[in-house]
Every structure is written in structure tokens, then in C-alpha cells.
């Protein structure tokens, strides 16, 4: 299949990307008004308002249908129609930029290295058909995320399991699918490495190829599960009543029998891709690392900042999302994410007042913007700021780290006390 598709012209590949491109918008857009806890009836795919008139079939063409729906404006507002046909729109542009930037320009690569001489190398170009893969579908299931969590301030699970588990599949099949790295770290490019778990400082693999590494594997994928669980611990009535009531949490809703089979299920094929080794192993426990890190750092923010608030700091959806996000870019691009994402929000936060006058912020489409961000500067975000600095602080960056959270929740609680004292 991959060499058939290189068979095709460049300009044959960028109308199929474009048509997939506005097909995934008409899938993102389904997701977005039918995923959501308040579901309207916009979508062409899903059952009409009862006070609107019969659909046609033509409504459920991408982008030309939401010009015949216009006739719903009584029923869904005035311009209901335009957002998601841009969405349409934006997506069959920038798949196929996606792809022009990926994989013909070598925009991952450090500018040295884009010449024709070292993109036309075969291995460059299988490894960048399939970055491209992961972060085109990554970038469908952002925009599906980003516009629920800003229409009602929650990414639903529906859209960040299967987009985790399809990010640890693409791990299982090849380390081949992360983004490329320049070596020397922080001098003139020379060669190419990939941004694997174990980069910037690249120490010996030998025992994650043991039973440690399947071990801390397995935990990471129970950690992610347990996340997913209903574990609230309620300590008003003593320890054992609170033991008691996180048991039967667990199992309240019906769903836990399937998140029990999908923990059991990923046991097994986490410990069968154990087995095979190599790259299978190396990509899926990149993967792994990624997921732990990009959903552990926005948890241990999570937990720190709503003690210290007195109040939830942010929903669980952006635990899950930077989990997913982290899964299919790499635990280095999950962290370089995180804090781009601050600038990307300065921008977003006044535009989405002066549109809409809403002053509550989700975080979730500003993690979104800072992955996306990664990915766009790859080069000039990783091999020219991110891993030189990360390489020289090695393992003091985790106390520092720990530092800036405990720092952070000092800081809210103080601020907590003051609006107390002059707002009560």
C-alpha cells in the first residue's frame, strides 16, 4: 500500500489528502455536536430537530451540505452553519500542508539537513509517511476536542481512549513513527536520531529490554486506567468508610467492566509486544513514557492547584488529552507542549472573548495549540532550545520540577487567602 501510494503523483496524493481532509472535518464536526454532553442537532449524520424540516441527502455532503442547512437558522441560530464548515474547510487545507511540510520540505528537520541529498533517503521518507500518519489523525481528534472543551468546558473520554490506544498501536508497530532529532545535541546538525523515550541523553537500553522495563510498562498502562476509574476518596467518615467508598466507585458505573477488559486486554498486549523486542517494543514504550509524562504532569498540576484553590483547577479531560497527546508525539514534545501552550492561549483567550464575551477559560484547546506549535517549530522548539537546555540540567530538571510545583501551589494558596480577605 505505501509503495503504491508513492507511485502516485505529488499532486494526486495532495487531492486525496484534501478530500480526506474534508471528509475528517465532516467526522470531526459529528463528533463535536453529537460526543458532547449537551448534544444539538446540527449534525447532518444525526437525527433532525423536531422543529426543522426533513433532511436531504445532499445535506450530508462536506462543506456544500452546510450551505443547504442554512434553511435550519431558525432552529440552531444565525450562523451556526459557518463554524463548521470552516472546520471543513481548515481541515481539507492543512492535511494536505501537513503532508506538503512533513514529507517533501523536511520542515522536522534542522535546516541543514533539507536538501535533496538527505530527504530523498529511503528510510527518511518511510519514517516521515508515517509521522505524518499519527499527527494527521492526532490533529482531527485536537480539533474535535478543542471545540467541545470551548463549547462546554469538557473533552469527552470517547474521543481521548480510542485516540490513546490508536497512538500506543502506532508505537507497537515501529519506533519509526516519532519525530526526528539532530545530533549534537545543541551544535550544527550531523546526523538524524528519533525522539524516542530515551532522548536527549540517550544511556544504555539494556534494562528496559528486561523484566524492569515490562514492569514499569504495565504500571504506567494500570495508572492510565485506574485515571479513568471513578476514585474519589471521601475521608469525612474515617479511613474505612473512605476505603469502602472508593471500592464501590469503582464499579458505579457500567462501564467498568469494559475498562476492566480493556486494562486485562492491554496486559497481554503489552507483554506479547514485550516479547517481540526491537522496535516494537522500543516505539510502544516511547509511547508509553509519553502518555505517563504529558498526562502525570497535567494531573500532578491538577491535584496541586485545586488544594490549594479551595475549587477544581481543571477538568480531568486535560489530564487525558496531554495523555493522548504525549502517547503520539513523545514525552519530550508533551513537556515543550505544555509550556507553549501558555502563549498560544494569550491569543486565543482575547479572541474567544471578544467573539463570544465568555470569560471562563478551558485549557484543553491551549494544549492542543501548544502541540501543535511543537510540531510546526520542531526544530527550532526541540533541537535549538528544548533538548540543549534539557541535556545540561539532566537529572536536576525533576527536582526543578518539583520545585516549580510546590512554588506554583504556594503561590495560589496565598492568592486563595488574599481574594478571601478582601472579596468575602
Known amino acids: ?34 460526543w458532547c454532553w449537551f448534544a444539538r442537532p446540527i449534525s447532518p449524520w444525526a437525527p433532525p430537530s423536531p422543529k426543522a424540516a426533513k433532511r436531504l441527502a445532499s445535506d450530508r455532503i462536506p462543506l456544500v451540505g452546510w450551505l443547504s442547512l442554512r434553511r435550519e437558522a431558525a432552529v440552531h441560530g444565525r450562523g451556526f452553519w459557518i463554524r463548521p464548515m470552516l472546520i471543513e474547510i481548515g481541515l481539507a487545507i492543512a492535511i494536505p500542508a501537513l503532508y506538503m511540510f512533513e514529507t517533501q520540505n523536511g520542515g522536522l528537520l534542522a535546516e541543514s539537513l533539507r536538501v535533496p541529498q538527505v530527504l530523498s533517503m529511503p528510510w527518511l521518507i518511510t519514517s516521515g509517511h508515517r509521522v505524518f500518519l499519527g ?217 474567544q472573548f471578544v467573539i463570544t464575551r465568555e470569560p471562563r477559560v478551558p485549557f484543553g484547546p491551549y494544549l492542543c495549540a501548544g502541540a501543535a506549535m511543537t510540531v510546526i517549530g520542531w526544530d527550532r522548539v526541540m533541537n535549538q532550545w528544548f533538548l540543549p537546555n534539557l541535556s545540561i540540567l539532566g537529572g536536576f530538571i525533576l527536582w526543578l520540577c518539583l520545585a516549580m510545583l510546590g512554588l506554583m501551589g504556594i503561590m495560589l494558596f496565598v492568592w486563595r487567602q488574599i481574594k478571601q480577605r478582601l472579596f468575602a
Open 135 to 351: 499527527h494527521a489523525v492526532l490533529l482531527v481528534l485536537m480539533v474535535a476536542a478543542t471545540f467541545i472543551d470551548f463549547d462546554e468546558q469538557t473533552i469527552p473520554d470517547e474521543i481521548t481512549i480510542p485516540g490513546t490506544l490508536f497512538a500506543l498501536l502506532l508505537g507497537a508497530i515501529s519506533d519509526w513513527g516519532f519525530m526526528p532529532i539532530s545530533l549534537p545535541i545543541g551544535g550544527p546538525a550531523i546526523e538524524l536520531a528519533r525522539a524516542t523515550f530515551e532522548a536527549p541523553w540517550f544511556p544504555a537500553l539494556g534494562k528496559w529490554w528486561t523484566p524492569t522495563g515490562l514492569l514499569t510498562g504495565l504500571a504506567i498502562w494500570s495508572g492510565w486506567c485506574f485515571a479513568l476509574a471513578d476514585r474519589r476518596l471521601i475521608l469525612r467518615k474515617g479511613v474505612g468508610k473512605a476505603i469502602e467508598f472508593f471500592l464501590a466507585g469503582l464499579v458505579r458505573h457500567s462501564t467498568w467492566k469494559l475498562l476492566l477488559a480493556i486494562w486485562v486486554t492491554g496486559l497481554v498486549a503489552i507483554s506479547i509486544v514485550f516479547q517481540l523486542g526491537g522496535a516494537h517494543w522500543h516505539g510502544l514504550f516511547t509511547s508509553l513514557v509519553g502518555l505517563a509524562v504529558g498526562g502525570g504532569v497535567i494531573w500532578a498540576i491538577r491535584i496541586i492547584a485545586s488544594s490549594a484553590m479551595g475549587m477544581e483547577a481543571m477538568g480531568f479531560g486535560d489530564v487525558t488529552l496531554m495523555a493522548m497527546i504525549g502517547a503520539f508525539l513523545g514525552w519530550q514534545a508533551a513537556v515543550a507542549a505544555f509550556f507553549l501552550s501558555p502563549f498560544a492561549a494569550i491569543v486565543i483567550v482575547v479572541f
Open 1 to 34: 500500500m505505501f509503495d503504491f501510494w508513492l507511485t502516485l503523483s505529488l499532486n494526486l496524493r495532495l487531492a486525496l489528502l484534501a478530500i480526506f481532509g474534508l471528509l475528517s472535518g465532516a467526522l470531526a464536526n459529528h463528533v463535536i455536536y453529537t
